[in-house]
């Protein structure tokens, strides 16, 4: 058995004193009583019209889908988080809306509202997605910045490294030869005071005796701390 009260009126809260009220007074004030005489104001005007609307549903689809519109646009008018706009669609637009709308089994209302939020939804994981992404560039921006400087700094200390060595090798081969020739002055020194006496230019002749001598006062101011005027 068809159930006319819920097809009807089934999105009309019928245990609310208010939305009964609303309903009643809709109906009264465009002239749809019930046939039948009704005394109290309540869901029983309802049950009553029933009846009615069993015997005619097409005389009275007309009336009660306006209803159902009008209780509609109440709801949204008294929810706080909606707010009502006005707006104009071209024709191509509102031809596309009544068909997504359609094939949702929606009203253009709601699926607009649906490809809005959707949009918005959209919108924000995009940003996020697109800073995500930048963030992680910057990440392997630095990750690089901070390779290069490493490789550039490593070059330099090779080079300053390279050049070091070939400024010690330099210093070693210039210490290499002022302690020759300091061993050579030294040699003349100890040979001159072992001949005592013989001029600094000439040549040297001595005995065994006086050369083990010079070998023995040579090797003693060669020993750290040893000046040439010590021994």
Not at 154 to 162: P, T
Request: proline share 2%; hydrophobic share 35%; aromatic share 8%.
């Amino acid at each position: 058995m068809k159930n006319w009260l819920k097809q009807y009126f089934g999105w009309l809260n019928l245990k609310d004193e208010k939305e009964v009220e609303w309903g009643i007074n809709y109906l009264t004030e465009r002239g749809v009583y019930p046939s039948s005489w009704v005394n109290d104001r309540d869901a029983s005007f309802f049950r009553y019209l029933i009846v009615d609307i069993a015997a005619d549903e097409k005389g009275y689809a007309p009336i009660l889908e306006k209803m159902k519109r009008a209780h509609s646009s109440r709801d949204r008018r008294k929810d706080p988080k909606k707010k009502p706009v006005q707006f104009h669609l071209s024709k191509t637009a509102n031809s596309a809306l009544a068909k997504l709308a359609k094939d949702e089994d929606m009203t253009k209302v709601a699926m607009l509202e649906s490809l809005i939020l959707k949009m918005d939804e959209l919108k924000r994981k995009c940003a996020e997605e697109l800073r995500d992404d930048k963030e992680e560039l910057a990440r392997r921006f630095s990750k690089k910045v901070t390779a290069v400087e490493r490789r550039t700094e490593e070059s330099y200390l090779g080079r300053k490294n390279e050049e070091l060595k070939v400024e010690l090798a330099t210093w070693r081969a210039k210490a290499l030869r002022s302690e020759n020739e300091m061993k050579a002055a030294l040699q003349r020194l100890c040979e001159l005071e072992v001949s005592a006496g013989i001029s600094a230019h000439d040549r040297v002749s001595l005995t065994y005796e006086q050369e083990d001598e010079v070998r023995k006062r040579y090797l003693t101011r060669l020993k750290p701390g040893l000046g040439i005027g010590q021994a």
